[in-house]
């Protein structure tokens, strides 16, 4: 089975620019969970989509939003950037609503100068 | 609102020398605990989980943990440790609802030949 997969590994980008991140889960799986990990610290809770739809949300504004597309995979935007939002972007892909085990990609690190 | 707390930012230990990762957390309700594995450049994986019953969880690599409700703590043991295990560790807990995980700071274990 194919695991979760994120592109870019790396991006550089300019305060106030924007930027797409991408995922794709895990064979089979319908959720997927979007953390952000600023060097140093723990994962923080994006948000999460089941079924294309966001079911859940952490204490994020709003320049950060998602898509989740019908074959599962999810996309992350964050728009006009700031110098804090440089970090290690995680997704992670489970089966269902519930608590399943959550299948985390390697990754994409974002820096922002 | 959940919250952990991970008292030991890093950690040096020796090969085969025992191993005890500190996890307190902050819940109203039952807890869904979790242990997660980093290794550099790497995504999280899941190396151990409590929901209900025994307080005492196997997980793999031959790592253990014990829930204890009166303490509030779900600390991660190991009897012998090896070089490989050398990385970041996540204690997290669960959400009321859904896989949306709230983590510790998280604590470095470097282990020494």
């Known amino acids: 089975e194919t695991g979760v997969t994120q592109s870019p590994t790396h991006l550089i980008k300019t305060r106030g620019q924007q930027v797409t991140l991408r995922c794709s889960s895990q064979s089979g799986h319908n959720t997927v969970s979007w953390y952000q990990q600023a060097l140093g610290q723990g994962p923080q809770f994006i948000f999460q989509y089941y079924r294309e739809e966001e079911n859940g949300r952490g204490n994020f504004p709003p320049r950060f939003s998602g898509l989740q597309f019908p074959n599962y995979s999810s996309e992350l935007n964050v728009n006009a950037l700031e110098l804090d939002d440089s970090a290690l972007y995680l997704c992670a892909s489970s089966l269902g609503q519930g608590y399943s085990p959550l299948h985390f990609g390697n990754g994409t690190r974002l820096t922002v100068t | 609102a959940q919250s952990v707390t991970q008292p030991d930012i890093h950690i040096t230990v020796s090969e085969g020398a025992s191993l005890e990762l500190r996890c307190n957390y902050s819940y109203g309700a039952t807890p869904y605990l979790f242990w997660y594995v980093q290794s550099p450049g790497q995504g999280l994986q899941l190396l151990l989980k409590?929901?209900?019953?025994?307080?005492l969880v196997q997980g793999i690599k031959g790592f253990e943990a014990e829930f204890k409700r009166s303490q509030s703590s779900f600390n991660l043991r190991k009897p012998s440790v090896h070089w490989s295990d050398a990385a970041e560790y996540f204690c997290a807990v669960g959400a009321e609802a859904g896989n949306m995980l709230t983590f510790g700071g998280g604590t470095r274990l470097m282990v020494k030949p």
């Open positions: 409590y929901f209900s019953g025994d307080t």
